[in-house]
T-cell receptor, first 116, second 112 residues
């Protein structure tokens, strides 16, 4: 399977704990995005990487959230001191360089986080 | 990014053609129109993208009038497995640095 993969698929944690999610984008996709989706809503943009550089962060990304993409391949999203309001589906997407006929984002299956 | 308006929900039956219309009155010259499909507990899946006139692929057609202020996603001969949420997005084709802007989408329910 050469699609975007995310791990873990599900995570249950207690309030105050730290969690880390991983995203492996499609090979050679230099652009990587993180989104958060709550029940009944569409995905909301969190942050964007072009290669290893984090070029954009939404104001939704509080200082408890940090994302990295150290070698321009996989990415991690860490949430420190989790709160119940952090419970959501966290989606990762990747897209190719801005060449070619079709320019779109390919999403992974998501990591569903439940904070108790 | 241009705001989109689409119906909250739609119902149809197997074998019917379903048309979902999206309004985007403030679409910019460089914006593309992209539709995504999302099943429960899965990430959105790209369906189709267009800039103007008509685009067709193996799963859907996208109709865009000359003024580009609206678009219609057409799903031919739907089946139960087409029950999903469909999102209409307007903006840079790959999302750009600000990512994709999703609304609440249209919840399409297909009945037998």
């Amino acid at each position: 399977d050469t699609g975007v993969s995310q791990n873990p698929r599900h995570k249950i944690t207690k309030r105050g704990q730290n969690v880390t999610f991983r995203c492996d984008p499609i090979s050679e996709h230099n652009r990587l995005y993180w989104y958060r989706q709550t029940l009944g809503q569409g995905p909301e943009f969190l942050t964007y990487f072009q290669n290893e550089a984090q070029l954009e962060k939404s104001r939704l990304l509080s200082d408890r959230f940090s994302a990295e993409r150290p070698k321009g391949s996989f990415s991690t999203l860490e949430i420190q001191r989790t709160e119940q309001g952090d419970s959501a589906m966290y989606l990762c997407a990747s897209s190719p360089p801005r060449t070619g006929a079709l320019k779109t984002q390919y999403f992974g299956p998501g990591t569903r986080l439940l904070v108790l | 990014l241009a705001k989109t308006t689409q119906p909250i929900s739609m119902d149809s039956y197997e074998g019917q053609e379903v048309n979902i219309t999206c309004s985007h009155n403030n679409i910019a010259t460089n914006d593309y129109i992209t539709w995504y499909q999302q099943f429960p507990s899965q990430g959105p899946r790209f369906i189709i993208q267009g800039y103007k006139t008509k685009v067709t692929n193996e799963v859907a057609s996208l109709f865009i009038p000359a003024d580009r202020k609206s678009s219609t996603l057409s799903l031919p001969r739907v089946s139960l497995s087409d029950t999903a949420v469909y999102y209409c997005l307007v903006g840079p084709p790959g999302g750009g640095a600000d990512g994709l802007t999703f609304g609440k989408g249209t919840h399409l329910i297909i009945q037998p």
